[in-house]
């Protein structure tokens, strides 16, 4: 499996920005899709996970501002951000579980500042 990230950069306070993550392979056993995101300094962290059948969870971080969506037919999984703060500045990766095995996109630079 792999997966391919695109859709970050620079963006104001306030701003939105919309990430996307398209998977390619072998994805028959991919059950949960999602974000996860790491800050300088800081440890890799969940952001919003979504299964097969649409079930979401959003960190508490982000309820509110963000929104994952999935495309099966499509094999891509995004993620809608708004309202978007300093603090949501990090490197977004794309995850994907199959069984016990996560397959890791190569991440994308999300910056938030005026």
């Known amino acids: 499996v792999q997966l391919q990230a695109s859709g970050g950069g620079l963006v104001q306070p306030g701003g939105s920005l919309r990430l996307s993550c398209a998977a390619s392979?072998?994805?028959?056993?991919?059950?949960?899709m999602g974000w996860y995101r790491q800050a300088p300094g800081k440890q890799r962290e969940l952001v919003a996970t979504?299964?097969?059948?649409?079930?979401?969870n959003y960190a508490d971080s982000v309820k509110g501002r963000f929104t994952i969506s999935r495309d099966n037919s499509r094999k891509t999984v995004s993620l809608q951000m708004s309202s978007l703060e300093p603090d949501d500045t990090a490197v977004y990766y794309c995850?994907?579980?199959?069984?016990?095995?996560?397959?890791w996109g190569q991440g994308t630079l999300v910056t938030v500042s005026s």
């Open positions: 392979g072998s994805i028959f056993g991919i059950t949960v």
């Open positions: 995850n994907a579980k199959e069984g016990l095995t996560q397959y």
């Open positions: 979504i299964t097969a059948n649409g079930r979401t």
